[in-house]
């Protein structure tokens, strides 16, 4: 049996003294996309940021192949292999130059990757439709630009992980299409785990994998997406991962071509 890609144990978080997540067990499996659900305070954001190592939690562990990511040595790795975009751009970050330019710095390649950045911008600009855009300033871009900008890098980088907090912020619905096509490529042609958290379950539609729903900190749901089957309730308020679920990501695992 293939071993997950994250395994989440006891894991707590407490901020002004108020519970915002409280999980005993999950799962995430290599190459499947996780769709956190929930409504604001459900503790999607947090969940997202702690598994991209952008903030730790009050107690239990996160493991990332095995390895818990708080290890300094591996926290150093793990932020290598892992793309994040969060809902709100990075406070004080100064941009400037073309966007061109912008990509090229942000788009990550691995040692294992056989392209280029440069390669890679090229291919993602023709498929999200960039051509217009690489030459004017990053500063010169409204905010939804930007954050169509800042998808493009996401997915053309070549990461073992992507995970991205709001997918349909700013976002049309044939953008938002769009970018969910672009997101099941990588997870069938590149074998990358992506997360992505919404507000609204129908933003899921035609995004084959699993959907995760959160309410008040706690798993109140999975269910196989690729399947359409009906949600299974996690007993209690412990979160565990359903059998059923899990062998369904394990199945789907094995039908990938994956280089991971």
Request: a positive charge.
């Amino acid at each position: 049996m293939q071993q997950p890609i994250y395994q989440i144990k006891n894991l707590n978080l407490h901020l002004k003294k108020k519970s915002v997540l409280s999980i005993t067990n999950f799962e995430i499996h290599r190459g499947i996309t996780y769709a956190i659900i929930g409504q604001p305070g459900s503790g999607k954001t947090s969940l997202l940021e702690m598994l991209a190592g952008q903030c730790r939690p009050t107690s239990g562990t996160i493991l990332y192949e095995g390895d818990s990511i708080t290890n300094k040595k591996v926290h150093r790795k793990y932020q290598e292999e892992i793309c994040y975009l969060p809902q709100l751009p990075s406070s004080g970050r100064r941009v400037s130059g073309t966007v061109q330019r912008y990509m090229l710095k942000h788009i990550r390649t691995a040692p294992w990757s056989t392209d280029s950045a440069a390669d890679r911008l090229k291919t993602v600009s023709k498929r999200m439709g960039l051509g217009d855009k690489l030459a004017r300033t990053v500063k010169t871009l409204s905010p939804g630009e930007r954050r169509w900008i800042n998808l493009a890098i996401c997915i053309a980088s070549d990461a073992k992980v992507l995970i991205i907090d709001e997918l349909e912020q700013h976002m049309s619905y044939d953008g938002l299409d769009l970018v969910k096509r672009q997101v099941q490529r990588k997870c069938s042609y590149e074998g990358t785990t992506v997360l992505v958290s919404t507000l609204n379950p129908t933003t899921i539609r035609r995004l084959p994998g699993v959907s995760v729903t959160l309410d008040r900190g706690r798993i109140a749901m999975i269910r196989s997406v690729r399947e359409g089957s009906r949600g299974r309730r996690s007993p209690g308020s412990a979160g565990n991962n359903p059998r059923s679920t899990r062998r369904n990501s394990e199945k789907a695992n094995k039908t990938k071509s994956s280089r991971r």
